[in-house]
């Protein structure tokens, strides 16, 4: 059975491969031999780490998923590549994610969004643009239980300074209604403790995490209530 690759993957492992043909290029250059595309060995995988971090100035977790785009692709032509090729290419960027000054390569920290980012958000149009498909290009309209939703986790994110994966995990159960705003039980991630927030109104009523939080819940609830009518 065939895995199911994204196209986000498909592009990337492309990607990948190109650049893993210019290491070849470049490498034919300096030793005036050609290897074919195929040739995924200790060798040559670890050279490819070195070129990523000495000519791309490539960040340590790039060069790293380019191993497993690069991997991926020759086995897809039907190359087998060694477990040694990459253990050894592995072992040679350990010592390249210790390194302050390579880890900060590349995009560079992200800028913290703030309350007027957020502000625009989510006042913005529920129409969003969509692919150009062949001459056309249209909008979507986002349903509204969509956006509702997308405007309490935005809002509730920054009401319990919560990082992505606490925010995906959170669940409605643990989200509960108090005369100061919400109880906030933002259940443990990846090792860190659970903890208790208070999420306190908010002045602005389009960056209220309590006000966008009950209104998408009385939406939700309301659509629930109508789907099992109809079922009924």
Not at 40 to 68: N, Q, Y
Not at 85 to 102: F, H, I, N, Q, S
Not at 126 to 155: K, M
Request: charged residues 25%; proline residues 6%; aromatic residues 6%.
């Amino acid at each position: 059975m065939t895995p199911i690759t994204s196209d986000k993957t498909r592009t990337s492992y492309a990607r990948d491969w190109e650049l893993w043909a210019e290491f070849h290029r470049w490498l034919a250059g300096q030793t005036g031999h050609v290897l074919p595309l195929t040739a995924v060995t200790k060798g040559t995988l670890v050279a490819f780490v070195v070129w990523l971090d000495e000519m791309k100035k490539a960040a340590p977790s790039t060069i790293d998923r380019r191993i497993t785009g690069v991997t991926v692709t020759a086995r897809r032509h039907g190359t087998e590549v060694p477990k040694q090729a990459t253990k050894a290419a592995r072992e040679a960027l350990k010592p390249m994610k210790l390194d302050p000054a390579r880890t900060v390569r590349g995009r560079g920290k992200a800028i913290a969004a703030t309350p007027a980012h957020l502000r625009a958000m989510n006042t913005a149009t529920a129409a969003r643009p969509q692919p150009t498909v062949g001459r056309r290009r249209g909008t979507q309209e986002l349903p509204e239980l969509a956006r509702l939703r997308d405007r309490a986790l935005a809002t509730l994110a920054f009401g319990i300074a919560g990082r992505s994966e606490e925010v995906s995990s959170l669940d409605t159960e643990g989200v509960s209604q108090v005369a100061e705003g919400l109880d906030v039980h933002v259940p443990s991630v990846k090792g860190r403790p659970p903890r208790d927030v208070a999420v306190a109104y908010g002045e602005n009523p389009d960056t209220c995490p309590v006000r966008c939080w009950l209104a998408w819940k009385a939406l939700f609830s309301y659509s629930y209530g109508q789907v099992a009518c109809s079922a009924e």
